[in-house]
């Protein structure tokens, strides 16, 4: 279910590692390897993949994690074992278990999530919004904040669904937030495929006057396959690649040169999280003194195709931009741009 998430976080980590190589490695000239598992999207599958990746490959650092709850059950593995850098998920409770050598690319799903839920409630105004969701780690923290932002406005929670992960048919769920007469329906899920399916049954009940879809999921993996029942949705994200300049246009340039398409937010944060890896460790001056790393990590800044990027003390960096997203044909196009506080 989350395959989209893997093709498209390979391109940008084997494009790290290849310029990485290409300018003389680390550490004195060591070459930099990468060694894939697959997660299967499944918290059970990513344990055994990390823990693989630890015992059998005896790798110096973990790059893992674009689902939460995924994500959640790795951390409890590398745990002051090894240097754990999670490039997508955004859970909260991922970064607050207070775990040294854990850091986080993406912004947390609660800085994500005040910005959107703002713009839904201020700029969108509806008078009630119905939400649906998977009982997932992500979806519990956007739904808290959702409950907060919608509490100090004028807008009504209709209804809030929830659903497992085996759910596929979701036309009792659909039927449920029509008949509460919610103006918009919001859909928190982080699953490529399950995404596509969900939208296609709102779309064959008519769907809503306004549609929205949480934040920093909504990928071509999800838009193509909808085939079209996604087009005018509203979401947002850290990235977007519509009137990028200076080393965020030169990135875009290389990786669409290289690969033949162009990069998302996905490419994006595991292209950064490979390279600041390298760089900590090079810096370092170690490849598995992580407490040494950790520090260096934590006391430096780093630069990326997004301009600085820095980390707090408990491992979470911050994007500097937010974009609100509108799907149009296959792709998202640029609705708002906001400066992260």
Do not use: C
Request: without cysteine.
């Amino acid at each position: 279910p989350t395959a989209g998430y893997g093709k498209d976080g390979k391109l940008g980590a084997d494009m790290a590692a290849a310029e990485i190589n290409a300018a003389g490695g680390i550490l004195d000239g060591r070459e930099i390897e990468l060694v894939y598992e697959d997660e299967k999207g499944a918290p059970q599958d990513g344990v055994a993949a990390v823990q693989k990746l630890m015992t059998r490959e005896r790798v110096q650092a973990i790059i893992a994690g674009m689902n939460s709850s995924i994500t959640l059950a790795e951390s409890a593995i590398t745990k002051n074992r090894i240097l754990h850098v999670n490039p997508g998920a955004q859970a909260d409770a991922i970064t607050a278990q207070g775990s040294p050598w854990l850091f986080q690319i993406n912004n947390t799903a609660s800085t994500n999530a005040t910005i959107f839920h703002t713009y839904l409630t201020e700029k969108m105004a509806p008078k009630a919004i119905a939400v649906m969701g998977e009982n997932t780690e992500f979806n519990k923290a956007v739904l808290e904040n959702l409950r907060e932002i919608v509490g100090e406005s004028s807008v009504e929670l209709a209804e809030i669904a929830t659903y497992d992960g085996a759910t596929t048919d979701f036309t009792s769920i659909i039927t449920r937030l029509k008949s509460t007469g919610a103006d918009m329906i919001y859909v928190i899920d982080a699953y490529p495929a399950r995404t596509a399916q969900i939208w296609k049954q709102i779309r064959q009940q008519g769907g809503f006057p306004m549609e929205a879809h949480a934040v920093g999921t909504v990928q071509r993996s999800a838009i193509v396959p909808a085939e079209g029942a996604m087009e005018g949705v509203i979401t947002a994200d850290i990235f977007i690649a519509e009137g990028a300049t200076g080393d965020m246009a030169r990135f875009i340039d290389r990786f669409t040169e290289q690969n033949g398409v162009a990069p998302n937010k996905v490419s994006l944060v595991v292209y950064e999280a490979v390279k600041v890896v390298a760089g900590a460790m090079d810096k370092a001056g170690s490849a598995d003194d992580y407490a040494l790393i950790s520090d260096t990590l934590r006391g430096n800044v780093w630069t990326t195709p997004r301009g600085a990027l820095s980390f707090d003390e408990n491992g979470r960096a911050k994007a500097p931009y937010f974009y609100i997203h509108k799907v149009t044909g296959e792709d998202v196009g640029l609705l708002d741009t906001f400066q992260v506080e």
